[in-house]
């Protein structure tokens, strides 16, 4: 009787092991499958995103490429191609089939290789654009007083008019004529919307080269060291990407050479406008501006 009931336990242990393993190794496959089905779709989502990373950046470089007048690469333009109309649409379609469906042969080797697209970048960062006018609001109503309406209005009016190029302001030194344009410069861009203002202080002895930099620094375009010819054609070029643009140039002494400072002609560029100030009207005449506006002196009220 003990050997029968020893052969019977034997029997039975026998059969439940073979029925806990064939139980067992099923569930440990699927569970097998799940967890590694889930990392190679996270691993994929994480590729897309350093992809998408790695498209904003050259983005950006080439946008920042062309602002400075730079021919971009061949290979750099068709990359972009690639990534915009065919990587990120084979990557979204098979992301959606997962989550769908969640079929395996999606992480079978179908995927696209995204990492080897983006590994040839090395560039991360990328110079901050400046605002164009740093200064500081003038002092409140000044614009509002008598004496300075009309030739504030009359500049205004100038530059909305697509016929004027050039505008004037002459009047004695201390007079308010920075003050006025400072002014000028600010509603040129809130209620005219200029895309550009660039505010350039000129002094008694001006330094082409450096009116070239300031300008040039209040674009973010950065000008090599080269001969003034080449850098006023690429400070042109780079004007001439901006739909509208004010130019002020303050306080100028002596006559100007905008051409020679890349400063686009009216039929090169009708969107650039040029805003100066002299003490000396025969200055501004001399440097072809159509409308030419006096400012006085304060009256005694509003001093």
Not at 26 to 53: C, D, G, M
Not at 103 to 109: E, L, N, S, V
Not at 205 to 232: F, G, S
Request: glycine fraction near 4%.
């Amino acid at each position: 009787m003990e050997t029968f009931i020893s052969i019977v336990g034997s029997i039975c242990g026998s059969i439940a092991g073979t029925a806990t393993e064939n139980a067992v190794g099923p569930i440990t496959q699927q569970l097998s499958y799940l967890f590694k089905h889930r990392t190679k779709f996270q691993n994929l989502r994480n590729k897309v995103q350093e992809l998408k990373a790695a498209r904003e950046r050259v983005e950006q470089s080439v946008r920042e490429a062309k602002m400075n007048g730079e021919v971009i690469f061949p290979d750099v333009e068709t990359w972009l191609t690639v990534v915009n109309e065919k990587i990120f649409d084979q990557a979204a379609t098979q992301l959606e089939e997962y989550e769908k469906k969640s079929k395996r042969r999606c992480f079978a080797g179908c995927c696209p290789d995204l990492k080897s697209r983006y590994q040839f970048i090395n560039r991360v960062s990328y110079r901050p654009p400046v605002q164009a006018i740093d200064i500081n609001r003038p002092v409140k109503d000044y614009a509002s007083f008598e004496s300075r309406t009309g030739a504030f209005n009359g500049v205004m009016a100038a530059l909305k008019d697509d016929n004027v190029k050039k505008v004037g302001m002459y009047g004695m030194g201390g007079v308010g004529k920075t003050t006025l344009v400072k002014e000028v410069a600010l509603q040129a861009k809130e209620k005219l919307s200029f895309t550009a203002v660039v505010f350039v202080a000129v002094t008694q002895t001006p330094n082409m080269l450096d009116i070239q930099n300031k300008i040039a620094e209040k674009l973010n375009l950065k000008l090599d060291k080269t001969d003034m010819d080449v850098r006023a054609t690429r400070l042109r070029q780079r004007l001439k990407t901006k739909k509208k643009v004010l130019i002020i140039l303050d306080d100028i002494w002596v006559t100007l050479n905008l051409e020679a400072l890349g400063v686009p002609a009216a039929d090169q560029h009708n969107g650039c406008k040029i805003l100066m100030t002299s003490r000396s009207l025969d200055v501004l005449k001399s440097m072809d501006a159509l409308q030419n506006l006096s400012i006085e002196t304060l009256n005694e009220d509003e001093a």
